[in-house]
């Protein structure tokens, strides 16, 4: 029977959520127990099991166009039988409106402010998830995908598979943050997308840290002479997890 | 007045997370049809509370809205002798072996009858953990309950979806009672 007093730790554990203190003395406890770590065995391939399954229901097609139809529209929508005095009507209201709120609009709330650089790859995860806009080169293969970046770029970014830890590599893009070029290494996490955002720091300087913008998780850190941006919707504790991959590999 | 505005900020901020959405009101009610009435709703009143929405995790406020809203409706449209509350003293007890585990657990449809047959708040923080990966700090954020208690909850509910998973035929005698 497993013990008591480190059932829960042994699930934070898991999780990746124990403090270092707390991760280094369950460690401990683990390799004098044969019980916890039959449990833990037994909860990794539960997880496993429960992540390969497809279990994950995305929204429908049908979901998504009735709630873009229910949102007040950013434009009048068209109405049935309108003369053509109407429509011009229509459109010098829409075009009053449009200079109304141009003229009026606090700044504040028009003109963006310049981004943080954890925005500016907190908005470059955004637009890949556009359609069409997450990989310039769709391969599994690192051996494809670096060879790709040749001749793109003025650095070699260390493209590596990591499948077998649950990162899949599905392939690679050029993007652009704040006016420099970057490769963009794109993994798969359970049904998430991954962005690894890679530059020279010495064309955009970028410190070791995470955190959260908008329920979207960014971890950074340095690779020799590069700077490494993970950025997902997926637990930080699993860009961590990729972080650690790429430092081992 | 800058209903269109708003609109665009909504998308931007808000949509992105809506399969996270769809796929917790799923799970939660257990039937595509009702999830997509329930996370429509949901978004709406996402919608309308966007006003009172400032920077922070999008995610997570909107996974609370879809699961209170969730609530609600579950608890509109079933019978009271259904609603199964979540019991904090409830220790479900250790049973079956990691091997019929295992093949019991590569089998889609019994995972998912599994994960179906657990009471809602088991289900609940399991999706959130496994299915969406969300952090302690997000689970205990969106389920409205401490974050210490969330690592013992889920140590709870993953002892009964091994149990459900080893036990397949009785609990299936169970729910057919």
Redesign the interface.
């Known amino acids: 029977m497993p013990c008591n007093q480190t059932q829960n730790q042994l699930h934070g554990y898991l999780d990746g959520e124990l403090d270092a203190l707390g991760a280094a003395n369950f460690e401990k406890h683990l390799e004098a127990c044969p019980d916890c770590q039959k449990v833990l065995e037994t909860e990794e391939s539960l997880r496993r099991s429960l992540q390969q399954a497809s279990l994950y229901g995305r929204a429908p097609r049908s979901l998504q166009n009735k709630i873009a139809e229910m949102l007040p529209a950013p434009r009048p929508a068209s109405v049935p039988f309108f003369g053509p005095w109407h429509w011009f009507a229509l459109a010098a209201t829409a075009l009053l409106a449009v200079l109304f709120t141009w003229q009026f609009l606090p700044p504040g709330n028009s003109s963006r402010r310049q981004p943080t650089l954890a925005a500016a790859v907190v908005d470059a995860h955004l637009r890949s998830l556009q359609p069409g806009h997450l990989e310039d080169v769709q391969s599994t293969d690192q051996h494809t995908v670096k060879p790709w970046f040749d001749g793109r770029l003025d650095f070699a970014p260390p493209v590596r598979d990591f499948a077998n830890d649950g990162f899949p590599l599905l392939g690679g893009r050029l993007d652009v943050i704040n006016g420099q070029s970057v490769a963009a290494l794109v993994y798969g996490r359970r049904k998430h997308i991954v962005n690894v955002l890679v530059w020279k720091t010495s064309a955009l300087p970028g410190n070791p840290g995470n955190g959260e913008l908008q329920g979207y998780h960014w971890v950074s850190w340095k690779m020799g002479d590069l700077t490494m941006y993970a950025v997902s919707d997926v637990a930080s504790g699993d860009l961590v997890q990729l972080r650690d991959l790429f430092a081992k590999n | 007045m ?7 900020r ?4 808000v ?9 917790l009101a ?2 939660l009610l257990r039937n ?1 049809t009702d ?2 009435d329930v ?2 709703d949901a ?2 009143r996402a ?1 309308r509370a966007f006003g009172t929405y400032r ?1 922070g ?6 996974l609370q809205i879809v699961r209170n809203t969730c609530f609600t409706w579950l608890r509109q449209n079933r019978m009271a002798a259904e609603f199964m509350e979540f019991d904090e003293t409830t220790m479900p007890q ?1 049973s079956g072996n ?1 091997e019929t ?2 093949i019991a ?2 089998d ?1 449809e019994q ?2 009858r599994a ?1 179906e047959s657990l009471p809602e708040s088991f289900r609940e923080i ?1 999706v959130l ?3 969406e ?4 700090k ?1 689970i205990a954020e969106i389920t409205s309950r401490p974050i210490g208690t969330v ?2 909850a ?2 709870r509910a ?1 002892l009964q ?2 149990n459900s ?1 080893s036990q397949p035929l009785s609990k299936e005698v169970r729910r057919a009672l």
């Open positions: 800058f209903e269109g505005d708003d609109r665009a909504f998308e931007a901020i949509l992105p997370h809506l399969d996270a959405g769809f796929n799923r799970w595509r999830a997509e996370t429509q978004v709406m919608f920077a995790n999008a995610r997570a406020w909107l250790e990691p585990l295992a657990s590569s889609r995972l998912t994960l399991l953990r496994e299915l990966g969300c952090s302690y997000e690592m013992s889920l140590a993953r979806l091994r998973l």
